[in-house]
């Protein structure tokens, strides 16, 4: 049965036309706008899609709505998934007692960006690129007991925090097998400078995956304030973007129900074997889709040449950030308006004509990356439900190549076409192509993140809390580009290289582009 074949429910529709509203903050909606025109980011449709999923009882990938964009295609197709959720259902038969096995620990297969986490650890233990910093200042007096109950409190709660990461037959996770978290509890600093100067310190290294050891965290007093630094390392294998505000959540609410000498009531969170039974009913549903979207990256993708950046003998990072104003915001937003396409779309546009101009290549991949927190289910999880995408950039619809209009309408298809096949992971999509292999990352070496995630707000009775944001530890790309809304109608943007491979005049000149060309958008 195909999608055409297939009328659509009126309740599906109605719960759609609910969740797009919802989400855009926007009521009657038309049925046959494609949500991104209505304002929809991606990060907008996951959430569109893991509460209509929640409704219908099964999960629903962000591929789905980037096919049907519109709230009566996404209906219809949905409509079409139902009834073969309920088929499948239907046929399947209890399955059939096994002999009793020997006891032993757990274990949940990794996801492919997971897999590409470990083996990426095992190789070179040392590398920083997938380490992760969430950093607190603490006004106010600090309960350090309450505070270390509370660390243990949230380790247990998310088994991806706790869990062992094995390279068997299957690169597999055994949760529970990390017993607590360490907090390094440092001498007390001069200044407040010099506490997170330690901390950082303190946590440059000392994860181990096999023994469980995935997240640190460090705390140092400022003698000169009476601040504290509180300072978390956490592995990308077990941790992402959105886990931020999840880990503020908790912890803050441990926190204070430890001041009480109580646990905190915290709703229950999904655990491994939920989290990976869900991810294998969502590959039997789509199994059909898998394959049509790997042909799309095959043909997309087969060939793209690597970016080629002047000599570089430097070491470390060279790393160039500014805010734009609410006033620059407002043009890119408008723009994005005017044309029916996202923010992203934009931003995109103007970073894809930047490097272009930064490093005179005409053909190459961009990486940026995607949620996959498609189910509800994942809503308050501290995991690793993050991808990436490649998307290979146009020269012929390049923006200053074609009008601006022209360009962005582009990109916004080049983008839906990529969102439409985001059930086959970046890690398969490499595999697949098998692009020759020189020692650099495959089909991009270069990314640009627009970090919508909420912001990690920490709330501790008594205390107040101040998110500090520093450079990474290490960069997944060679070159990285990164904007980050600040909320207030105000952007920061970053661009970092590693001296090693990219020449830091090469990222100045692309942070130049960036920003001039950004500013020169019509209002």
């Known amino acids: 049965m195909s999608r055409q074949d297939v009328a659509v429910d009126q309740e599906v529709l109605s719960l759609v036309l609910e969740a797009f509203s919802d989400v855009l903050e926007e009521d009657d909606l038309p049925e046959d706008v494609p949500f991104t025109v209505l304002g929809g980011s991606s990060l907008d449709g996951t959430l569109v899609c893991a509460r209509v999923g929640n409704e219908l009882g099964f999960p629903v990938p962000l591929s789905l709505l980037a096919s049907h964009p519109t709230a009566q295609g996404f209906a219809t197709a949905l409509t079409l998934d139902l009834a073969l959720d309920r088929a499948r259902a239907a ?65 247990h709660r998310h088994d991806p925090l706790n869990s062992r990461y094995l390279a068997r037959r299957q690169a597999v996770a055994e949760p529970g ?12 600093a001069t200044t407040g400078a010099a506490a997170l100067d330690s901390t950082r310190t303190a946590l440059s290294g000392g994860l181990d995956l096999a023994a469980g050891r995935v997240w640190r965290v460090a705390l140092a007093r400022a003698a000169d304030t009476g ?79 690597e970016l080629v950046f002047p000599a570089a003998d430097g070491s470390g990072q060279a790393r160039f950030t500014t805010t734009l104003d609410d006033g620059e915001l407002a043009a890119v937003d408008a723009l994005a308006a005017r044309h029916g396409v996202t923010r992203f779309a934009v931003l995109l546009t103007v970073y894809d004509r930047a490097l272009a101009e930064t490093t005179g290549q005409r053909d190459y991949g961009v990486g940026f990356p995607v949620a996959r ?37 582009a990109t916004a298809a080049r983008l839906s076409a990529a969102y439409a096949a985001t059930d086959v992971s970046f890690p398969e999509v490499v595999r697949w192509l098998n692009p020759p292999r020189t020692g650099r ?5 270069n990314m640009f993140a627009l970090q919508d995630n909420a912001v990690g707000e920490l709330r501790m009775r008594d205390l107040v809390a101040r998110r500090v944001v520093e450079p990474y530890l290490g960069l997944p790309t060679e070159l990285h580009t990164e904007v980050t809304p600040l909320g207030e109608g105000r952007l920061t943007v970053s661009v970092s290289c590693d001296r090693g491979r990219v020449p830091e005049d090469t990222a100045r000149g692309l942070f130049d582009a960036f920003l001039r060309l950004t500013r020169a958008l019509p209002a």
Not at 117 to 139: G, S, Y
Not at 142 to 150: E, I, S, T, V, Y
Not at 391 to 409: F, I, K, N, Q, S
């Open 91 to 155: 046929e399947e038969q209890p399955a059939v007692p096994e002999p009793a096995a020997e006891p032993g620990p757990a274990t949940v297969r990794l996801t492919p960006m997971q897999t590409s986490f470990l083996t990426q650890h095992l190789m070179d233990p040392a590398d920083h690129a997938p380490h992760l910093l969430f950093t607190w200042t603490l006004t106010g007096p600090l309960d350090r007991p309450a505070l270390r109950a509370a660390l243990q409190d949230v380790h």
């Open 177 to 188: 097998a990390a017993a607590e978290v360490e907090l390094l509890e440092l001498p007390e």
């Open 227 to 305: 601040d504290h630094v509180l300072r978390v390392l956490a592995h990308h294998i077990a941790f992402d973007g959105w886990s931020e505000s999840v880990l503020a959540a908790d912890l803050g609410a441990s926190y204070d129900a430890r001041l009480r000498g109580q646990r905190a009531e915290l709703p229950p969170v999904a655990g491994a074997a939920v989290r990976a039974g869900l991810r294998e009913r969502q590959e039997r549903l789509r199994q059909a889709e898998l394959e049509r979207q790997l042909a799309f990256w095959k043909q997309t993708l087969a060939g793209t040449p």
């Open 373 to 409: 927190r498609w189910d509800p289910a994942l809503a308050n999880v501290i995991d690793c439900c993050v991808d990436s995408l490649c998307l290979r950039m146009e020269p012929a619809t390049r923006y200053g190549t074609v009008d601006l209009g022209e360009a962005l309408r």
């Open 441 to 445: 990352a495959p089909l991009f070496q």
